[in-house]
């Protein structure tokens, strides 16, 4: 197969199987990009529930699943999310514009700034988002001291799941992006999802069959950013080099 071969859209569970297991996982890999521009058609359940059950083989800390997703389908929340994204570009997207000016990768940036305008300007209509939260807490102990890697510990419990489910949306032919924008009020989207405090959001990956294709990305050399035993011996080499 083509690494950007497009794939139509299916809700057929022995096709949706089977493009599970036709792809090679380093081709997964290499080709999972954020696609945010998505058709507004409807993405069956038949099609969400693999890659759910394949978030839920993920590691988590203490092996505490302690994961909640929401899928969301319902136009008004949908609506409601797609405002809070638009006044956070607002200042997030205004701010970035202006950091990545003169820079030598304005022009790769600035592909992707355009991008996630279309999927700001489009939210409402994408198909189906699915919010990624971790409930209980921080799973502090009480009266032993935070270690200082404690929000890593915290949150290192979701973005595997978040990773598979990418991943499988990709062997599937279903467009993808992980976005944590409209999630930038926690109170608010508390409310809006109707979420009890010991549930947090932390992401969202919205879902839809795509307009453009998957395929391989721009990413940094490995041996920039590989270092041998500490911290600036870079005489690790790649298999590449
Ligand atoms: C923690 C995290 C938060 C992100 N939040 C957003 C977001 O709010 N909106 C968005 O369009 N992309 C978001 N992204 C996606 C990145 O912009 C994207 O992964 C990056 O530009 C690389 O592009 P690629 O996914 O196509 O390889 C986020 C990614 C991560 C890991």
């Known amino acids: 197969m083509d690494e950007r071969t497009t794939l ?8 949706i199987e ?6 090679p ?11 945010r ?13 693999p890659l759910i059950r394949l978030a839920l083989e993920a590691p988590t800390g203490s ?3 302690n994961w909640e997703f929401i899928v969301v389908r319902d136009a008004a929340v949908r609506r409601s999310l797609a405002g ?4 956070a570009w607002k200042l997030y997207g205004g701010i970035g514009r202006r950091i990545i000016r003169g820079k030598p990768d304005e022009e790769q940036m600035l592909r992707i700034m355009r991008s996630v305008q279309w999927q700001v300007d489009h939210f409402e209509d994408v198909p189906v988002l699915v919010v990624c939260c971790l409930s209980g807490g921080h799973g502090r102990v009480p009266f032993v001291p935070n270690p200082p890697n404690a929000n890593s510990m915290h949150y290192g419990s979701i973005y595997p799941s978040v990773q598979n489910l990418l991943l499988g949306a990709r062997a599937i032919g279903l467009g993808a992006s992980l976005i944590t924008l ?3 009020s926690t109170l608010f989207a508390r409310r809006v999802l109707g979420l009890p405090l010991s549930v947090e959001p932390c992401c969202i990956v919205a879902l839809g069959w795509p307009r453009g294709r998957y395929g391989p990305k721009p990413r940094k050399p490995t041996e920039e950013v590989v270092h041998l035993d500490s911290y600036g011996n870079r005489g690790w080499m790649s298999e590449r080099s």
């Open 63 to 65: 092996n505490g699943q």
């Open 18 to 23: 089977r493009r599970l297991a036709a792809i």
């Open 8 to 15: 139509t859209p299916t809700s057929d569970p022995a096709e």
């Open 25 to 35: 996982l380093p081709q997964a890999m290499e080709t999972q990009r954020s696609i």
């Open 37 to 49: 521009r998505v058709l507004s058609d409807p993405v069956d359940d038949v099609v969400l529930r």
């Open 182 to 184: 409209p999630l930038w």
């Open 84 to 87: 809070q994204y638009r006044r």
